[in-house]
């Protein structure tokens, strides 16, 4: 490589790297945005969802509140009667007396033929009384799961309400403690979630403000939240499930540590709506617009790379070209001006050697002219167009090969032909003698010395086939779709082989081609390569 291919290389490079370090530099600046931008939004999303669900417990315990008041007003009413009794005629009357208040009969049966169960409990002698269609199911629980919840009787006094199995389905107990001269006797029914004005969860949803008239307005709450409970034996008392949503936002709260319902659970949902109302503009999506920008500069980058990479390889590809067309205009150059010296200077004076010089220059000149109209079709504009119309493909080829006959001899190759006659075909005579002139050239400049170069027309079904085969050392089938691409050489820049504009292939391609024909490459039988180029017979003349 030349002191000035050197400096070009290196001119080159730090063009490179004057653009692609700010890029580089660029492209890391977005990707610490992006990240700063991501982080910021993953801790407002996290803020945003705290707050919501410290808004749906706060919501929960609310509600809870208001069951718990709710119910534990209904059981005053509903015990009512037996204070009257106990204050008219001071003994415990039977569980049968608490059917007369109409707080008992707000829990409607879940058959005509059954009704509420009431009982009567001794804890001296640890005995129960019932009366209802459940009474020996609900006496068997009196006397095993009441006694314990009687132990934390504050003056004497023990009030609520428990859900329990009983009679292979839940239900809600509800009992009071009454003492009286050293005796204490409780008293209990099966309750429900229902006060005077109806279901408690519906009344308590309906009445309880959740949230700022300000954030929602006079939005009804069962259009930004629902309501679920559950008793403490995980039974359902109200709403359609108790698993956890999997969307959205929810908060559980128990009812009030001094509250007679037992283990009641509450579980508020909020609705997607409710969202956009508490949070302004809802909880913020992961949104991929520092992402993009990211993959976006990571695009530009790598379209950068790339158009520079091969804005170096054009770069090559042109320096390589000048150079070796510069070769082939000045080796031809030189040979027609030195016999034309000689014949100027009278040294030839021989005939022989005369005609021998001035068929050198004919020879030189005649590839000067090829390689000339190689690099003008190349260039131009219109290089793909071509006059279609009948052509004897036979005629042409003979044509040609005989024309070509001098720049073969100097080469030391010997041209022959095999073709068969009156091969017609639909193509431009001017293209494909071009076409012909390149493989003929190509086979002569890489074919050893002495060779023979085979060209042969056939006719092939509706095609018209022309091959040129050499003895050359052929080509590796992993190049045979690389040579056809403009500037493409197998050999090196200094590995001794000849040179050439590495264009030739290329115009053989986009010339095929702009005659609906095709060229294809394989081994030739000595070895080398066999060049093939087929091309449509003309109408009306296929078989």
């Not at 490179?16 to 890391?28: K, Q, Y």
């Not at 007396?97 to 829990?107: G, K, V, Y």
């Amino acid at each position: 490589m030349s002191n000035k291919d050197i400096s070009v290389e290196r001119a080159a490079r730090l063009g490179w790297t004057a653009i692609l370090v700010p890029l580089a530099l660029g492209f890391l600046f977005s990707l610490v945005l992006a990240y700063q931008a991501f982080e910021a939004s993953r801790r407002h999303r996290v803020a945003v969802r705290a707050t919501l669900r410290e808004q749906a417990e706060f919501g929960a315990y609310l509600l809870a509140s208001e069951i718990d008041r709710t119910m534990s007003e209904t059981m005053i009413y509903a015990f009512y009667p037996i204070d009257l009794a106990l204050g008219d005629f001071n003994e415990f009357p039977p569980p049968s007396i608490l059917r007369a208040p109409p707080e008992s009969a707000r829990c409607e049966p879940e058959s005509e033929a059954e009704d509420r169960t009431f009982f009567r409990y001794d804890p001296a002698t640890n005995t129960a009384e019932a009366d209802g269609p459940n009474a020996a199911a609900f006496e068997a629980w009196v006397v095993e799961f009441l006694p314990p919840r009687l132990d934390d009787a504050r003056d004497g006094v023990a009030t609520g309400q428990i859900t329990a199995r009983i009679g292979g389905r839940s239900r809600l107990i509800a009992h009071k403690r009454w003492a009286r001269d050293g005796r204490a006797v409780v008293y209990g029914f099966e309750s429900c979630w229902r006060s005077e004005a109806g279901s408690v969860f519906e009344q308590a949803m309906a009445s309880t403000q959740l949230f700022p008239p300000s954030l929602i307005g006079a939005t009804p709450n069962d259009s930004l939240f629902t309501l679920a409970a559950r008793g403490a034996d995980g039974s359902l008392a109200f709403g359609d499930t108790w698993d956890a949503p999997t969307a959205g936002f929810y908060g559980t709260a128990g009812l009030p540590s001094s509250s007679k319902l037992g283990e009641l659970e509450l579980r508020v949902t909020l609705l997607p709506s409710s969202e956009q109302r508490l949070v302004l503009g809802g909880v913020p999506r992961t949104r991929p617009t520092a992402l993009g920008l990211v993959l976006l500069t990571a695009i530009l980058l790598w379209v950068a790379t790339r158009q520079l990479r091969r804005g170096h390889e054009l770069v090559g590809l042109r320096a390589r070209f000048v150079r070796n067309v510069s070769h082939e205009l000045r080796t031809p150059l030189q040979q027609i001006l030195l016999f034309t010296e000689l014949l100027r200077s009278g040294r030839i004076e021989e005939p022989d050697e005369r005609n021998r010089a001035l068929d050198v220059m004919y020879t030189e000149t005649r590839r000067l002219i090829d390689l000339v109209g190689n690099v003008l079709r190349f260039s131009a504009p219109n290089a793909g167009e071509v006059n279609i119309g009948a052509l004897d493909l036979s005629q042409v080829t003979a044509e040609t090969v005989e024309a070509f006959e001098s720049l073969a001899r100097s080469g030391q190759a010997e041209l022959v032909v095999d073709a068969v006659a009156g091969v017609a075909v639909t193509a431009d005579g001017d293209a494909v003698k071009q076409i012909l002139i390149n493989l003929l050239d190509n086979a002569v400049r890489y074919g050893p010395p002495g060779q023979t170069v085979r060209v042969r027309v056939r006719r092939d079904g509706d095609r018209g086939v022309v091959t040129v085969e050499d003895e050359g050392p052929g080509i590796p089938v992993d190049w045979r779709d690389e040579i056809w691409k403009p500037f493409a050489r197998l050999e090196g820049d200094d590995d001794g082989t000849p040179a050439g504009s590495g264009i030739g292939l290329s115009i053989v391609k986009r010339l095929s081609e702009a005659m609906d024909g095709r060229v294809a490459i394989e081994s030739g039988a000595a070895g080398g390569a066999r060049f093939a180029l087929s091309l449509p017979i003309r109408t009306g003349d296929v078989a």
